[in-house]
Structures are given as C-alpha cells and as structure tokens.
C-alpha cells in the first residue's frame, strides 16, 4: 500500500551543525508534501510545505528538498538549535480526487550541546 | 493565522465517565476537521475525519459508538469519548483546514489519562 516512511528514528546532531531529516516515500501521484516539527506533549506544528512540481524550497533555516526520481523528500536545518530538538514527520498530502494524508513515522532529533 | 485550539489540554476521569474534548480553530474556516490519536513514540493514527454539517467518516477499527463526533460549525468540532477506559488514555489531536483542504494545521493536543 502507499506509504511515507524515514530512513532514521533518532538522530542526534551538535549544536550548530546542520541537520539533514530524511523521508521517502511510495507514491508518485502526491500534490504536495508538509514537513511538521512535534516538541514533547504538543501537537505538530507547520514548519514548511513544497508542492509536487518543485525540487527545493527555503524557509527560515529550513530547506526542504525534493527528489521526485528517487521519491525522496528531506528537511534541511541549518545551525541547529536546541530548540529544534523535537519529532519530524513529513505528510504527503493528495487533493486530486479522495483526499489524503499520509504520515511518515517521525524523526527524533536531539540536539547535542 | 491558522491557529486550532483544543480544550481541555488535560483531564483525569473515572472509568465509565464520559469526556468531551474541543477543538476550535481560532481565526480560519474549518470546512474539515480531523481527530487523531498518538501512543507514546508513536506517529499519529488517524481517528476520524469530520465535515461541517455532516457525519463524521471513520478509520477502520475506530469504534463509532465509542468516539463520538460532532461538527456542528465551521469552527467547532468535538470528541466525546464514551464510558472511558485505562485502555482510552492517550494524547487526542485535531487538526484542520480550511477550503482548500491542503494543509491541516493541529491543535495543541489533549491528553487523557482514565484510572
């Protein structure tokens, strides 16, 4: 069946490098895809979007990456802080036709100080 | 923009009660809302999805009768959790969007805990 999953459970960065989240997934047909950042006890927050006819988007010290060849989809985040320790799910969103909204399983990042 | 409350952000209750759980968005049309549920560590299981208006659709293996909800406005939805169990303690999560359905922004979350 389809699915959105990461390459990585946990990932343990220094304060100050980069961060790299990774998240593949199955389905070609997919119109757009989130990046979401989930701090302990809350629920997830928006952190960047790219559509499905992009290769590459830049927010605040966040990139996100699209390789639509190999159907792989990352987060970049630069001078990580420890403030961004938290999960990452990526979500696949379809809106042609039935919506859909899938999840990937989520990347824990720590940040190391 | 985009911002979706949820209340209460906790609550503690009896087995056998029931608890009804809000989620609001604040300052955006919710033509659709979601409910989902997160064991620890775990990603996010899609409960069920509500419209304004209209029944809500469920998850397979998501007892109706057990997670009622209601979407009465485009701002409001609610989840009553029925004759709670221990086995019902989790963290609830709603989400929403607006007409474009594309991105779902989430509530803060509430967590229930039954003894």
């Known amino acids: 069946g389809e699915s959105v999953g990461l390459h990585l459970p946990t990932l343990s960065v220094q304060e100050g490098d980069n961060s790299i989240i990774n998240c593949a997934y199955s389905?070609?047909?997919?119109?757009?895809f989130i990046w979401y950042k989930q701090e302990s006890g809350k629920g997830p927050q928006f952190i960047i979007d790219i559509r499905s006819n992009m290769d590459k988007r830049q927010g605040q010290r966040v990139t996100v990456l699209l390789n639509k060849t190999v159907k792989h989809l990352s987060l970049q985040i630069a001078a990580t802080q420890p403030g961004d320790s938290a999960v990452y799910f990526c979500a696949e969103i379809f809106t042609s036709g039935t919506y859909k909204y899938i999840f990937g399983t989520g990347t824990r990042l720590k940040v190391l100080a | 923009g985009a911002v979706v409350s949820q209340h209460p952000s906790r609550v503690i209750c009896k087995s056998g009660t029931s608890v009804k759980i809000e989620c609001r968005s604040l300052d955006f049309q919710a033509t659709t809302m979601f409910w989902y549920r997160q064991f620890p560590k775990q990603s996010l299981m899609l409960m069920a999805t509500?419209?304004?208006?209209?029944?809500?659709?469920?998850e397979q293996g998501v007892e109706k009768d057990k997670f009622l909800i209601n979407h009465a406005s485009l701002t409001l939805s609610t989840l009553t959790v029925t004759s709670a169990h221990p086995e019902d303690s989790s963290f609830y999560i709603c989400?929403?969007?607006?007409?474009?359905?594309?991105?779902?922004?989430f509530g803060p979350g509430t967590r229930l805990l039954v003894l």
């Open positions: 389905n070609s047909a997919s119109d757009y």
């Open positions: 509500s419209n304004e208006g209209s029944k809500a659709t469920y």
């Open positions: 989400s929403a969007t607006g007409v474009q359905r594309e991105t779902q922004y």
